[in-house]
């Protein structure tokens, strides 16, 4: 098993940063990957960036130029850092890690989101 935990979401002005964290804990070893979806209003939930342990990183098209996920594998932590938010950023953002079950197979653990509002 694994536990994730977000934090960082908020309100913000548009033009404005934030910088979403997400820990994890428990099953860590078994972890290959860890990203970032989210959730808009009314919409499916999506990718936003993901980062392999090998540092291999993944970006929705339309978000590679002002968002960037990194992490520290020393603190089980992987970060989004946001930057020139707008008003369509805002959703709820979710902290997902895959478990390498086999080769082919890999097991989804999500956080319970933290929301990011961008609104003046």
């Known amino acids: 098993q694994v536990q994730l935990a977000e934090s960082g979401g908020g309100l913000v002005q548009p033009g404005g940063s934030l910088r979403l964290s997400c820990a994890a804990s428990?099953?860590?070893?078994?972890?290959?990957?860890m990203g970032w979806y989210r959730q808009p209003p009314g919409n499916q939930r999506e990718l936003v960036a993901s980062i392999s342990n090998g540092g291999r990183t993944n970006y929705a098209d339309s978000l590679k130029a002002r968002f960037t996920i990194s992490r520290d594998n020393a603190k089980n932590t992987v970060y989004l850092q946001m930057n020139n938010l707008k008003p369509e950023d805002t959703a709820v953002y979710y902290c997902n890690a895959k478990q390498a079950v086999s080769a082919s197979i890999s097991l989804d653990y999500w956080g319970k989101g933290t929301l990011v509002t961008v609104s003046s």
């Open positions: 428990g099953s860590i070893l078994s972890i290959s990957a």
